[in-house]
C-alpha cells in the first residue's frame, strides 16, 4: 500500500511511488503520495522522494493519500487509482480516486477528476475497520477494466467498466474547486450541459 513500482522503466531506472509517512495516520514531512527513483533493484534504497500528489485539506484526500495498483498505460496518459482518506464525525473515510499522468513523463500529473472513483456503499461500509474500501489490483483485458478492491478490511470486490469509459472520466470530469458553492455551481453546469448534449 505505501510502495508501488512503474510498470516501465522511467529514464533507464525503476520509478517507485511511495507514501513518506512519520505514523500510522498523521503523515508528518510526507504530505502525499512521493516517487523516487531506483537503478538497482537488488539494492532497493530510494535516496530523494518528490511529491507527484499532495494531500489537501478539506478534501477527500486531507489526512493522507496513497497510491493503489500500478498506473494503467493508455493512449493518453497513466491513469493512477489511489485512495483517499479525510476525517469526520464518523471517523476516518477511506476512497478511491483517480489522477493521470503524462504518457512520457508519469511524474508529471495532467488530470485530476473531482470527488471520488469509488466509495464504500451499503454492506462494504460495516465490517472489522468500518467505512474503507482499498485497491491494490487492476487488470485491463480486452478493453475492459477489473478494478478489485477490499471494503472494511473484510471483503473482497470486484467492480469492472470499460476503459474507453474510465478514459472519458479522467479527460472530462471537472477539477476541484475547493469551495462548498463553487462545487455546486460546477456541478449544475455539467447537469445542464449533459442534457444538451441528450
Request: proline share 5%; net charge negative.
Amino acid at each position: 500500500r505505501n510502495v508501488v513500482i512503474h510498470p516501465e522503466f522511467v529514464k533507464g531506472q525503476y520509478l517507485f511511488y511511495t507514501r513518506p509517512q512519520d505514523g500510522f495516520i498523521e503523515t508528518g514531512k510526507g504530505g502525499g503520495i512521493a516517487y523516487g527513483y531506483v537503478s538497482d533493484i537488488h539494492h532497493l534504497v530510494i535516496e530523494q522522494e518528490y511529491i507527484l500528489h499532495e494531500k489537501k485539506y478539506h478534501t477527500i484526500y486531507e489526512v493522507k493519500n496513497g497510491e493503489g495498483p500500478s498506473p494503467i498505460k493508455t493512449s493518453v496518459g497513466w491513469i493512477h487509482i489511489a485512495h483517499g482518506v479525510r476525517n469526520t464525525a464518523s471517523g476516518l473515510r477511506y476512497v478511491l480516486y483517480a489522477f493521470m499522468t503524462d504518457l512520457k513523463d508519469p511524474t508529471k500529473v495532467i488530470k485530476k477528476p473531482s470527488g471520488y472513483l469509488l466509495a464504500p456503499r451499503y454492506e462494504e461500509f460495516v465490517g472489522d475497520v468500518s467505512n474503507v474500501v482499498f485497491s491494490n489490483g487492476v487488470i485491463v483485458e480486452d478493453d475492459f477494466v477489473y478494478l478489485y478492491y477490499g471494503s472494511s478490511d473484510t471483503r473482497l470486490h470486484v467492480a469492472k467498466t470499460s476503459l474507453p469509459k474510465l478514459i472519458d472520466y479522467m479527460l472530462h470530469t471537472p477539477e476541484e474547486v475547493y469551495r462548498s458553492s463553487d462545487s455546486v455551481k460546477q456541478r449544475i453546469e455539467l447537469i445542464k450541459k449533459n442534457q444538451e448534449e441528450e
